[in-house]
């Protein structure tokens, strides 16, 4: 009877743990450019902490990458305000971008959007 007792609390536990998430990283070109050459699932964050856009996008990547679809998924943040070389090495416009990679091809760009289904659908391409 303690067999089936502690299969069920093992099973519980593993139930109660949480998924790994994405890895989110700052961004450096060096981890970037690994990243890319190891053809790894790269999401790519321009935020600004005073930008209301990216906060949202913050929520809504935390809620999708709980999804275990993504456990490989690496976001770099690059930060919007100290990082300038970086964001326009990438062509990017302005805070609020998030560009999604399959290795060193990009696969989906989201600027200054807030919509669940446009940001799923830049994750998803990035770990197809």
Known sequence: MR????ILAVSLSLL?????????????????HTAQANHEAILVDVFASWCPICRSQQGT??????DRAYDHL?????????QKADWQALHVIK????IAFKGG?????VNFNTDE???????????R
């Open 95 to 98: 805070q609020g971008t998030l």
């Open 3 to 6: 067999r089936p007792l502690s």
């Open 16 to 32: 109660a743990s949480p998924a790994l998430a994405a890895q989110e990283t700052p961004f450096t070109p060096a981890a970037f």
């Open 61 to 66: 990547l935390k809620k999708l990458t709980a």
């Open 105 to 109: 091809t990009e696969v989906d760009r």
């Open 117 to 127: 289904g446009v940001i799923h659908h830049a994750l998803a391409a990035a770990v």
């Open 74 to 82: 690496h976001i770099f943040r690059i930060d919007y305000d100290t």
